[in-house]
């Protein structure tokens, strides 16, 4: 009877167990499907945002391309002007046969330029190309039937600028814009020059007639619809203005059908994917319900062996943190006990009753004595750096050697910063006796960085940067002094910060080195020159790329000593090749903004080649386009050429290129930069841009050399456009000094 009633108690109790489960997994399941509910409804929102976010960044793509296209072929009158002017100066007059050469060196391979021309008074003398535009001969704008082009003449008689027409109908048909701009010579004005350009061919080249991936154009300019449909307009969901010369044009567009399809689709598979994860879950739920004793009595059994094997470990532990926390060259505690000491300190310090100051030495002559002695001197002087530093601490200071030469001290509680000046001074003034070494007194002293918790960070690695930063600020101001932490001392990242700091040191030792590219005469392969290439070889990064560091040394103003670094160690070098006989070769050195815009920039140059004994014919100084197009800078230019410096252009035509300033500048060489030389043979707008170049430097005696060229393509097309100079990877990769003086030796 008793059985009985167990059985049936058991049985009571495994069905009301039983019912429980599925009760609980009901509820769930309803949790769960709720939750894939909204989190869906969400996927779908942010997918539909996403489609339109997509569209607009395709939208500026375009719109960018459309602008980049007018502005470049509008801008050509300038040249054109330039051309005009200078036929002028030299013969009096232009000739139909060179305004056609010069017009062919642009237009071939220029899509959407309808014609160039030339109005002698306002009156069609000459056009390019000559077919399908006889009808603008003789055409006078100044008498036109059309009011908005007598305007615009009148208008463009009066100015320098460039004035724009259009978009309308065409003389000689079809839908375009004009870009026009007056000549005067000899004091009065001459007639335009005039650059019509064909509107369906700048909107394909902007990509916006082709067929696109799922997006609809519409372009309106001046009230009129270009192409697509004018309802885009009503009420566009994606819109751009685009910025021309005197006025701008509207795109608006619409994701296509498709696109918002695919979120539906997405937004299925998700619902899908989750329901499926819920159905293992509570498949997984249940399986883990029912076996919950058996695993109960596995956790018991493995917590005891988990328990004494944590034991074991303590000990253990206990018998290796005795070393692990200590350096082995001075006994002091090391790097690892200073970060975990750092974290209890910060934890148990309660400001603002209490704060803790973290002063970061670094001493100053250390490199000079292990270099010298050897590091058993070495490690001898941290030994007795360490004592002397243990013999002024109080119980509320910890000393720790955290590396080479960097030691740091802890002190809390602190009430003010008096307290850790009145410390730092006391450490400063350890170092006012000299150390005895091999019966020799050195006077070593140290730079002190002070950071204070939590004014200066809210965690450890916050304190250590800026104490470190610091630390380097008393370093660069004089040494042998302490300096706290203030917000004037941040850059503008972290890793900026951290950089900014590895620059000073990889100055003061001497981590810089240079490599040389050589240049080459395009028809004869004869070395022509080098051009010097800074490299930085830091002692824990390793090699560290220029782009990573320029520009943080022009923020900093570090670019000024680096550069006069990189020009000592150039000349220095081009006084090795030359003492040993070896043929003097024109090295070329980039200039930085901040070096050339120094007040005696010239004088400095010049002391810096009087101090090597080096010719100034030896050195080509490479500076911008931007830099040699300030009107303040010309004077300088010249100096530096009549001193017998070479001068010339880096990366001409990327920025902001001026025919009539190059006309001007005192430079003898202009660079091709490699972004047009990896066009060639791939894109015909940077074979004629780069054939336009050649054609004027040529007229402008100018030599030109080509950068970044690597394929035997670029190099023939560069020589039969009679290209002077080759430099890049198809003749040489930047090299060493060691592998430059076997080529020298050929």
Same mark, same amino acid.
């Given at each position: 009877?008793?059985?009985?009633?167990?059985?049936?108690l058991?049985?009571?109790?495994? &069905?009301?167990?039983?019912?429980?489960?599925?009760?609980?997994? #009901?509820? %769930?399941?309803?949790?769960?499907?709720?939750?894939?509910?909204?989190?869906?409804?969400?996927?779908?929102?942010?997918l539909?945002?996403?489609? &339109?976010?997509?569209?607009?960044?395709?939208?500026n793509a375009?719109?960018s391309?459309?602008?980049?296209?007018?502005?470049s072929?509008l801008?050509?009158?300038k040249?054109?002007r #330039?051309?005009v002017i200078?036929?002028?100066?030299h013969?009096?007059?232009?000739?139909?046969s060179?305004?056609?050469?010069?017009?062919?060196?642009f237009?071939?391979g220029?899509?959407?330029?309808?014609?160039?021309?030339i109005?002698?008074?306002?009156?069609?003398?000459?056009?390019?190309?000559?077919e399908?535009?006889?009808?603008?001969?003789?055409l006078?704008?100044?008498?036109?039937?059309?009011?908005?082009v007598?305007?615009?003449a009148?208008?463009?008689?009066?100015?320098?600028?460039?004035?724009?027409?259009?978009?309308?109908?065409?003389?000689?048909?079809?839908?375009?814009?004009?870009?026009r701009?007056s000549?005067?010579?000899q004091?009065?004005?001459?007639?335009?020059?005039?650059?019509?350009?064909?509107?369906?061919?700048?909107?394909?080249?902007?990509?916006?007639?082709?067929?696109?991936k799922g997006?609809?154009f519409?372009?309106?300019?001046?009230?009129?619809?270009?192409?697509?449909?004018p309802?885009h307009?009503?009420?566009?969901?994606?819109?751009?203005a685009?910025?021309?010369?005197?006025?701008?044009?509207?795109i608006?567009?619409?994701?296509?059908?498709?696109?918002?399809?695919?979120?539906?689709?997405?937004?299925?598979?998700?619902?899908r994917?989750?329901?499926?994860?819920?159905?293992?879950? %509570?498949?997984?739920?249940?399986?883990?319900?029912?076996?919950?004793a058996?695993?109960?009595q596995?956790?018991?059994?493995?917590?005891?062996k988990?328990?004494?094997?944590?034991?074991?470990?303590?000990?253990?532990?206990?018998?290796?943190?005795?070393?692990a926390?200590?350096?082995?060259?001075t !006994?002091?505690?090391?790097?690892?006990?200073?970060n975990?000491?750092?974290?209890?300190?910060?934890?148990e310090?309660?400001?603002?009753?209490?704060?803790?100051?973290?002063?970061? %030495?670094?001493?100053?002559?250390?490199?000079?004595v292990?270099?010298?002695?050897?590091h058993?001197?070495?490690?001898?002087?941290?030994?007795?750096i360490?004592?002397?530093?243990?013999?002024?601490?109080?119980?509320?200071?910890?000393?720790?050697?955290?590396? !080479?030469?960097e030691?740091?001290?802890?002190?809390?509680?602190?009430?003010g910063?008096?307290?850790?000046?009145?410390f730092?001074?006391?450490?400063?003034?350890?170092?006012q006796?000299?150390?005895?070494?091999?019966?020799?007194?050195?006077?070593?002293?140290?730079?002190?960085?002070i950071?204070?918790y939590?004014?200066?960070?809210?965690?450890?690695?916050?304190?250590?940067?800026?104490?470190?930063?610091a630390?380097?600020? #008393?370093?660069?101001?004089?040494?042998?002094?302490?300096r706290?932490?203030?917000?004037?001392?941040?850059t503008?990242?972290?890793?900026?910060?951290?950089l900014a700091?590895?620059?000073?040191?990889?100055?003061?030792?001497?981590?810089?080195?240079?490599h040389?590219?050589?240049?080459?005469?395009?028809?004869?392969?004869?070395?022509?020159?080098?051009?010097?290439?800074?490299?930085?070889?830091?002692?824990?990064?390793?090699?560290?790329?220029?782009?990573?560091?320029?520009?943080?040394?022009?923020?900093?103003? %570090?670019?000024?000593?680096?550069?006069?670094k990189?020009?000592?160690?150039?000349?220095?070098?081009?006084?090795?090749w030359?003492r040993?006989g070896?043929p003097?070769?024109?090295?070329?050195?980039?200039?930085?903004?901040?070096?050339f815009?120094?007040?005696n920039?010239?004088?400095?140059?010049?002391?810096?080649?009087?101090?090597?004994?080096?010719?100034?014919? &030896?050195?080509?100084?490479?500076?911008?386009?931007?830099?040699?197009m300030?009107?303040d800078?010309?004077?300088v230019?010249?100096?530096?050429?009549?001193?017998?410096?070479?001068?010339?252009?880096?990366?001409?035509g990327t920025?902001?290129?001026?025919l009539? &300033?190059?006309?001007?500048?005192?430079v003898?060489?202009?660079?091709?930069?490699?972004?047009?030389?990896?066009?060639?043979?791939?894109?015909?707008?940077d074979?004629?841009?780069?054939?336009a170049?050649?054609?004027?430097?040529?007229r402008l005696?100018?030599?030109?050399?080509a950068?970044?060229?690597?394929?035997?393509e670029?190099?023939?097309?560069?020589?039969?456009?009679?290209?002077?100079?080759?430099?890049?990877?198809?003749?040489?990769?930047?090299?060493?000094?060691?592998?430059?003086?076997?080529?020298?030796?050929?």
């Amino acid at each position: 009877m008793r059985r009985a009633i167990k059985r049936h108690l058991f049985a009571m109790h495994s &069905y009301k167990a039983s019912l429980g489960l599925w009760i609980l997994l #009901a509820v %769930l399941a309803l949790l769960l499907d709720s939750g894939i509910v909204l989190f869906t409804h969400d996927y779908k929102e942010r997918l539909a945002k996403e489609v &339109y976010t997509d569209a607009q960044y395709e939208l500026n793509a375009h719109a960018s391309a459309l602008s980049s296209a007018i502005d470049s072929k509008l801008n050509l009158a300038k040249g054109i002007r #330039a051309f005009v002017i200078d036929e002028l100066e030299h013969s009096g007059t232009v000739s139909q046969s060179r305004f056609s050469t010069f017009s062919s060196a642009f237009m071939d391979g220029l899509p959407g330029i309808r014609n160039f021309s030339i109005y002698e008074n306002g009156i069609a003398s000459m056009v390019y190309p000559l077919e399908g535009n006889e009808v603008l001969l003789g055409l006078d704008l100044f008498h036109h039937r059309d009011p908005a082009v007598r305007e615009n003449a009148e208008r463009t008689k009066l100015t320098e600028e460039l004035t724009i027409l259009g978009p309308l109908e065409l003389t000689q048909g079809g839908t375009g814009i004009l870009s026009r701009q007056s000549v005067f010579w000899q004091g009065r004005f001459w007639g335009f020059v005039s650059v019509v350009l064909d509107v369906p061919p700048i909107l394909e080249e902007a990509g916006l007639t082709s067929a696109n991936k799922g997006i609809e154009f519409a372009v309106r300019a001046g009230g009129q619809v270009l192409i697509g449909s004018p309802e885009h307009f009503d009420h566009p969901s994606l819109y751009q203005a685009v910025s021309i010369p005197e006025g701008h044009w509207e795109i608006a567009a619409e994701p296509g059908a498709f696109r918002l399809d695919s979120v539906d689709s997405k937004v299925r598979l998700v619902q899908r994917i989750c329901w499926s994860a819920m159905l293992l879950i %509570l498949i997984f739920l249940y399986t883990q319900f029912t076996q919950k004793a058996k695993l109960k009595q596995l956790v018991k059994l493995r917590t005891q062996k988990l328990e004494e094997a944590n034991r074991e470990l303590e000990v253990t532990y206990q018998e290796l943190a005795a070393t692990a926390y200590r350096d082995p060259v001075t !006994g002091l505690l090391n790097r690892s006990s200073f970060n975990e000491t750092l974290a209890v300190w910060m934890e148990e310090v309660r400001p603002p009753e209490a704060r803790m100051a973290l002063l970061y %030495l670094d001493i100053d002559q250390f490199k000079l004595v292990n270099d010298t002695l050897g590091h058993v001197y070495g490690d001898l002087l941290l030994r007795e750096i360490g004592d002397r530093l243990s013999g002024v601490l109080s119980q509320n200071q910890l000393l720790f050697r955290i590396g !080479g030469d960097e030691f740091t001290i802890l002190q809390r509680p602190i009430e003010g910063l008096d307290e850790a000046r009145a410390f730092a001074q006391k450490v400063c003034d350890l170092f006012q006796e000299p150390f005895r070494l091999r019966d020799t007194e050195y006077f070593i002293t140290a730079s002190i960085g002070i950071a204070i918790y939590p004014e200066d960070g809210g965690d450890g690695a916050s304190i250590v940067r800026n104490a470190d930063v610091a630390m380097y600020r #008393a370093k660069q101001e004089g040494k042998n002094q302490y300096r706290f932490f203030d917000t004037s001392l941040s850059t503008n990242t972290e890793e900026a910060m951290e950089l900014a700091g590895q620059l000073r040191r990889a100055l003061e030792k001497d981590e810089f080195f240079i490599h040389y590219q050589p240049q080459i005469e395009a028809r004869t392969g004869k070395l022509t020159g080098l051009e010097a290439l800074i490299r930085w070889q830091h002692p824990v990064r390793g090699l560290v790329p220029p782009g990573t560091f320029i520009p943080i040394a022009e923020e900093t103003g %570090l670019i000024v000593p680096i550069g006069e670094k990189v020009l000592h160690l150039v000349c220095a070098q081009s006084k090795i090749w030359q003492r040993a006989g070896l043929p003097p070769v024109r090295i070329a050195v980039n200039l930085s903004a901040r070096q050339f815009a120094q007040k005696n920039f010239a004088a400095r140059l010049g002391e810096i080649l009087e101090e090597h004994e080096m010719e100034p014919r &030896y050195i080509e100084l490479e500076i911008t386009e931007n830099m040699a197009m300030k009107d303040d800078m010309q004077p300088v230019l010249q100096q530096l050429r009549d001193q017998g410096f070479t001068l010339s252009i880096d990366d001409f035509g990327t920025q902001y290129s001026s025919l009539n &300033y190059l006309k001007k500048l005192p430079v003898q060489k202009i660079k091709i930069d490699r972004s047009f030389v990896t066009g060639i043979s791939r894109d015909r707008k940077d074979e004629a841009i780069i054939a336009a170049m050649l054609h004027i430097a040529d007229r402008l005696n100018l030599t030109v050399i080509a950068e970044g060229v690597e394929t035997q393509e670029q190099l023939d097309f560069l020589k039969d456009n009679n290209c002077h100079s080759i430099q890049g990877y198809i003749f040489y990769k930047p090299q060493p000094a060691e592998e430059i003086e076997d080529l020298l030796k050929e």
